[in-house]
């Protein structure tokens, strides 16, 4: 089981990115894919979840109305699109598996690709 999480890059404040999260593969007891991230200096913090068995979706407070996720089941793909991008959402993305727990504990989740580098200029 690998995870891909691409698209980093830098963008503006203001801007939009989209990153993308490529599953080899859905585990057999995943609840879902999640997002998280991780600035220097920082513990790495929920950005949001998506649900396998009704595509529903959470968000961290800080990201909600600017960021949503989505997923193609047939391409295996996670999707997390950014808008109005903040100098404070510079940090390393990384995506996962969601196997138990709170969605937003880093505990309950597995298979963490590499991150992708997401900077923002202000």
């Known amino acids: 089981v690998q995870l891909q999480a691409s698209g980093g890059g830098l963008v503006q404040t203001g801007g939009p990115l989209r990153l993308s999260c490529a599953a080899s593969g859905r585990t057999v007891n995943s609840i879902g894919l999640g997002w998280f991230r991780q600035a220097p200096g920082k513990e790495r913090e929920f950005v949001g979840r998506i649900a396998w068995r009704d595509s529903s979706t959470d968000y961290a407070d800080s990201v909600k109305g600017r960021f949503a996720i989505s997923k193609d089941n047939a391409k295996n793909m996670m999707y997390l699109q950014m808008n109005s991008l903040k100098p404070e959402d510079t940090a390393v993305y990384y995506c996962?598996?969601?196997?138990?727990?709170?969605?937003?504990?880093?505990?309950?989740?597995?298979?963490w690709g590499p991150g992708t580098l997401v900077t923002v200029s202000s």
């Open positions: 996962a598996y969601h196997f138990r727990g709170s969605k937003n504990v880093v505990t309950g989740y597995d298979y």
